[in-house]
């Protein structure tokens, strides 16, 4: 395993965001198109995990999401922003939805 300095951590901008809208990309296997708040904005996610999961299961849940990745179009849709999520070494992906609580747009760290 490589380790990093902490400081390379803080360089993500790691928010809670809370899923208004979610639908299956046509045409593709595994992608979500996610409409997410964050309170001060709203932006769209691409996620590769309809394999597993469908766009009723992150529809009103509020997870955990990376900001500062550099924008990516995937299908076509550019994705803002990548939905933190744990896998196995078999390719099972759960999701890590955060506590009601929780204010749309609270850093984590």
Known sequence: MELYDVEEFWKFDIRVGLVKKAEKLKRT???IKLEVDFGSEE????TGIADQYSPEDLEGKKFVFVLN???KKLSGVESRGM???AETEDGTVY???VSEEVPVGTRVW
């Open 29 to 31: 296997r595994k992608l």
């Open 43 to 46: 932006r769209t996610i691409i």
């Open 69 to 71: 990745l550099k924008p």
């Open 83 to 85: 939905l933190i999520v």
């Open 95 to 97: 999701l890590l939805p």
